[in-house]
Nanobody, 121 residues
Framework: QVQLVESGGGLVQAGESLRLSCAAS????????MGWFRQAPGKEREFVSA????????YYANAVKGRFTISRDNAKNTVYLQMNSLKTEDTAVYYCAAGGGIYSDLEYDYWGQGTQVIVSS
């Protein structure tokens, strides 16, 4: 089992920044990657970013490329999502996930409880 706890969400104005954290515990070595997904009201959950545990390769959705940066601290079993130049369309509940895949939420086995990000205009 893997437990994930997100933090760092909040209310910001457009153009500002936030950093989300996801602390993982348990059998993290059994997973290949950590990912961030988001779900806005009335919309399906969508991929945001992912990072592999071993090689540190990073992946981004086109909507956030150049604005968001994912990173990891293996010693702390923590993954971060630095979000800059936030837009109102980034408003969503952000979920951290751990699993064997990258882009599809179906490939992730473990999920955090989510953290709300609200970007006001």
């Amino acid at each position: 089992q893997v437990q994930l706890v997100e933090s760092g969400g909040g209310l910001v104005q457009a153009g500002e920044s936030l950093r989300l954290s996801c602390a993982a515990s348990g059998r993290t070595f059994s997973t290949n990657a950590m990912g961030w997904f988001r779900q806005a009201p009335g919309k399906e959950r969508e991929f945001v970013s992912a990072i592999s545990w071993r090689g540190g390769r990073t992946y981004y959705a086109n909507a956030v490329k150049g604005r968001f940066t994912i990173s990891r601290d293996n010693a702390k079993n923590t993954v971060y999502l630095q979000m800059n130049s936030l837009k109102t369309e980034d408003t969503a509940v952000y979920y951290c996930a751990a699993g064997g895949g990258i882009y599809s939420d179906l490939e992730y086995d473990y999920w955090g409880q989510g953290t709300q990000v609200i970007v006001s205009s």
